[in-house]
């Protein structure tokens, strides 16, 4: 339970980041908050030749507001974003979410950048992201791109960031009005990774649905505002859609079932939430 | 930039429970391990070693970290607080670690220093915390001997007496 030997680095400055990661490559993993990096260095399940340690460049702590949404940049603490003013109101999948996200210990240190860099099926942050239309800003010591949450998860803790391109910061798009936001978890215990996680926008004539926790990564579907059988139907064919995994914690037919059960309530609570 | 190659050990400068202290570490050594053989504190207990269990709990400028989930050369620069800064004075418990001694909450005492740390933050950051947030906070660590009540019940009359004292946590 002790990592591997590793060079460790802590630039000053973004470039200098940007610089270590485009010659390093693959080997280098970046480290902002630690809390799912280090067990996995610990595990050696990661053996990365060099860390870059982000946290201390300046300026990628505060949040900002960005067009049409916030900014979160890739040192900002789960637990700053959660205590960001008003963000029930602007942000409220967000503020039902993210107190979901492991315990009060480890959002302390936990970015939410590392979280949707780090792509875990199960992560509260990606299914979010997902749910209400975000962005991944990437950067590399080159190039800066910015790519929808669809289009960045793309399987197993795999994403399309490049080896040499760093997460910048993610924007959140800010709650729109007539539009209802409702989050579910189901899990062993309060904390834990969830077994299931689901997503509900809904708005006049729509819903969009996001599960996490089931396939590889977390899923999102749009319908029209179905309702009693119509709903029942869809969600039993998105069940039946995901890959749903079995493993320790619960086998691929609870997951199923809660898809479809969390599934109702959460978009009936979206629904009922329309503002 | 400040690099350190793997296997050189780097100088570690930071604030030790309020005390200047310098200690050196590979890249690779865990806060755990630094506190514990480096520093000496052995106070920090190590348990899971991968962020579940919570025994490691320590305070870095002002907020909760689990130790184990750190590198040494993270903390320099920084205020690392561990459960052995607690007592105001040698041979005087804290209002926190007074009411668990009247209220079992502990027994053998493994999970201890970790609890600590998290609620101690807790009570200093929200005097007004009640039950459910202090339950929230607990849910963060394991305790295999007495269960939670004790723990929760001490805590409860410990903010009490602090809101009604404003003394020191």
Redesign the interface.
């Known amino acids: ?12 400055t973004i470039e ?1 980041a940007l610089e ?1 990661l485009a010659a390093e490559g693959s080997d280098a993993r970046v ?1 902002a908050g ?2 799912s990096l ?2 996995m ?3 050696r399940l990661a053996r990365p ?1 060099v ?1 870059i ?1 982000i ?1 201390r460049i300046a300026g990628l702590q505060e949040i900002r507001n960005g067009k049409g949404g916030i900014v979160v940049p890739a040192a900002t603490r789960q ?1 700053a974003l959660l205590a960001a003013p008003g963000l029930e109101r602007t942000h409220p999948l967000l503020a039902a979410a993210m ?1 979901w996200i ?5 959002r ?2 936990g970015t939410v950048c590392g979280s949707i860099a780090h792509a875990d099926p199960s992560a509260e942050l990606a299914l979010c992201l997902l749910a209400v239309g975000g962005t991944v800003n990437l950067r590399s010591g080159k190039t800066r791109r910015a790519v929808a949450a669809k289009d960045f998860f793309v399987g197993l803790m795999t994403t399309d960031r490049h080896d040499d391109e760093l997460v910048e910061s993610v924007t959140f798009p800010t709650a729109s009005d007539g539009t209802g936001y409702a989050f579910a978890e189901f899990g062993r ?3 834990d990774f969830a077994i299931v996680s689901v997503a509900a926008v809904a708005r006049a004539d729509a819903v969009e649905v996001t599960v996490g926790g089931v396939d590889d990564m977390p899923v999102g579907r749009a319908w029209p505002r179905l309702a009693g059988a119509d709903l029942e139907d869809a969600l039993n064919t998105l069940a039946w859609e995901l890959n749903a995994r079995d493993d320790i914690h619960a086998d691929a037919r609870l997951r199923r079932d809660l898809v479809r059960s969390m599934g109702r309530r959460t978009i009936e609570e979206a629904v009922s939430c329309i503002a | 930039m400040h690099r350190v190659n793997a296997s050189h050990k780097a100088t570690i400068r930071f604030t030790l429970n309020g005390r200047q202290v310098e200690g050196s570490a590979e890249p690779r050594m865990l806060l755990t391990d630094f506190l514990r053989h480096e520093c000496g504190a052995t106070g920090t207990h190590v348990g899971c070693e991968h962020g579940v269990c919570g025994a490691c709990t320590v305070r870095i400028d002002g907020g909760m970290a689990r130790a184990c989930l750190m590198l040494a050369v993270q903390v320099e620069g920084t205020a690392v607080e561990t459960v052995e800064g607690l007592s105001p004075e040698p041979g005087r418990l804290s209002v926190l670690q007074d009411a668990f001694r009247r209220h079992h909450a502990l027994q053998c005492g493994f999970c201890t220093a970790g609890i600590l740390m998290s609620l101690d933050t807790l009570l200093k950051k929200e005097p007004h915390a009640d039950e459910t947030r202090i339950r929230d906070v607990l849910g963060g660590h394991l305790c295999r001997c007495t269960g939670y009540q004790p723990i929760v019940t001490a805590t409860v009359e410990a903010a009490e007496i602090l809101r009604s004292d404003n003394g020191d946590v």
């Open positions: 339970m002790k990592p591997a030997r590793f060079d460790y680095v802590r630039p000053d200098e270590v480290l630690g809390q280090v067990p260095l610990s595990m030749s860390l340690d946290t637990a107190p492991g315990h009060a210990q480890t302390a240190r215990r309060h904390g």
